[in-house]
């Protein structure tokens, strides 16, 4: 079983960063799919999401500046080489067009704290409880707009859980971290 991890577009520099991740390269079509090989699918638990994460993370500092790496969702798997090939045939042109639009770019994953606003005490009317919501929409739409005003994010997005997905040009993502 093959293990997805990154895209990128192939080329010598990456070579040593998918050794140093401890992955393995299959280049097709301009692009290196990088992957592991092992037995078993990822084990669907957080601790395994989280090193996953990391190594990703980690792979992305390591080629920071040069190339543009693409993540694969955790768990995408495919049988053998064959069917990678045919991943590869099937969305070639999608993953060139990520690659481009994301050149010079990261992302990076927000946690927004849960707003300052009273919630509307249990047994209230409904009016309350509107009231209370709409000031909890505010206040968090209030926090997108200074994520929006930082220098370098280009593009900001409400993700589930009070997470916020920022597009930030390469040269700016250590200033906004530090935000």
Known sequence: MIVLH??????????????????????????AVLHREQADPPPPDAQAVLAFGQALRELADDVAGELTVLP????????????????????????????????????????????????APPGDSGRDYLEARAAAVHAQEAQLEQLRGLDGVEDVRALRRRRVSLLVATSAADQVRQR
């Open 72 to 119: 694969m969702r955790y768990g995408s798997v495919v049988p053998d080489r064959e069917a990678l090939h045919d991943l590869v045939e099937e969305h070639h042109e999608e993953w060139h067009a990520l690659l481009h639009a994301l050149q010079g770019r990261v992302e990076l994953i927000v946690h927004l704290p849960e707003p300052d606003v009273p919630s």
């Open 6 to 31: 990154a895209v990128a577009a192939s080329s010598d520099g990456l070579g040593g960063a998918a050794q140093r991740a401890g992955l393995r390269r299959y280049d097709a079509r301009g692009l």
